[in-house]
């Protein structure tokens, strides 16, 4: 069943990706919408997570600061490394009272998997029908883009990234929380 449902995911993602190079105009940019607005609320959500016990709200994590990755697909390399460098990080993201949470389109099957495998000690949630990447304006056809939003202990959505590189987007993330948290 895990195998069928990877290869499902796997083909799901390739049909993705494949119509985002075919149509990639400001058009099909846009299929998640406008990314919601810097210094405002950010769209609150629910979602089920890797731990399978009780689903995840942004709300938990009020009086903290909020790490909001969306990426494409577990398993895949630049999602596999950049949830390794979070979890590399962590403790530094822990020590600036940071929460990490990751969300893609995957099951929450294919969460545990993900991090049983890589050794993720943050939450994976599951936007199996998008919204939440669409509220987010992190959609594109069948997956979550590669998008990070910070989130201050208010609630207020304080930076997004629309062009993430894996290899040191932690670092970057890590760099710009220190500018935030010494201004608010």
Not at 38 to 63: I, K, M
Not at 108 to 117: K, N, T
Request: aromatic letters at 10%; hydrophobic letters at 40%.
């Amino acid at each position: 069943m895990k195998c069928n449902d990877r290869f499902i995911q796997r083909i799901r993602w390739v049909i993705g990706l494949a119509i985002a190079l075919l149509l990639f105009t400001p058009t099909a940019l846009a299929l998640g919408g406008e990314p919601p607005p810097l210094n405002q609320p950010a769209p609150l959500f629910t979602l089920p997570s890797n731990t399978g016990e009780s689903a995840v709200s942004l709300s938990d994590y009020r009086g903290q600061w909020v790490v909001v990755y969306f990426y494409p697909q577990d398993f895949t390399p630049g999602c596999t490394l950049e949830a390794q460098r979070f979890q590399r990080d962590l403790p530094q993201y822990l020590a600036r009272n940071t929460q990490i949470l990751g969300i893609s389109v995957d099951s929450v099957d294919s969460h545990a998997d993900f991090c049983d495998s890589e050794g993720l000690k943050f939450p994976l949630l599951a936007d199996e029908e998008g919204q939440v990447s669409k509220a987010y304006g992190s959609w594109m056809s069948y997956f979550s883009l590669r998008h990070t939003y910070i989130i201050d202990p208010e609630g207020i959505l304080r930076e997004r990234y629309a062009k993430v590189q894996p290899i040191s987007h932690s670092q970057e993330v890590l760099t710009r929380l220190d500018e935030l948290q010494k201004t608010i």
